[in-house]
């Protein structure tokens, strides 16, 4: 099990600008996929976005496309998750998780928790309108 660790949540108003930054440990080179879901006060984790940590493939949810950009740092063995124009239903706990399998189902596979076996704790981002 890969160890993640997320930082970089907070509290902003709505229209504001996060980024949140995942760290993995040196297992990390091994890695197929990494990405970030969310979990909202009373609903299930939802995937945000991903991506194929060797390149090439990218997925987000309709609800964050066009205003959050997931993007890594393979040197670092770092991912992040850029997130613009928040609005306050983008309030949740937001963990970053990874798998060394190739997530089946292509894109939407991307996105299901159920592919991803190394989760972080999760931070916190809160958006007041």
């Known amino acids: 099990v890969e160890q993640l660790t997320e930082s970089g949540g907070g509290s902003v108003q709505a229209g504001g600008s996060l980024r949140l930054t995942c760290t993995a440990s040196?297992?990390?080179?091994?890695?197929?996929?990494m990405a970030w879901f969310r979990q909202a006060p009373g609903k299930e984790r939802e995937g945000v976005a991903a991506?194929?940590?060797?390149?090439?493939?990218?997925a987000y949810a309709d609800s964050v496309k066009g205003r959050f950009t997931i993007s890594q740092d393979a040197a670092t063995h770092t991912l992040y998750l850029q997130m613009n124009s928040l609005t306050p239903e983008d309030t949740a706990i937001y963990y970053c998780a990874a798998t060394f399998l190739q997530p089946r189902g292509g894109a939407p596979g991307m996105l299901r928790r159920e592919e991803y076996k190394s989760w972080g704790r999760g931070t916190q981002v809160i958006v007041s309108s």
């Open positions: 991506l194929y940590s060797g390149g090439g493939r990218l």
């Open positions: 040196a297992y990390a080179l091994s890695l197929y996929a």
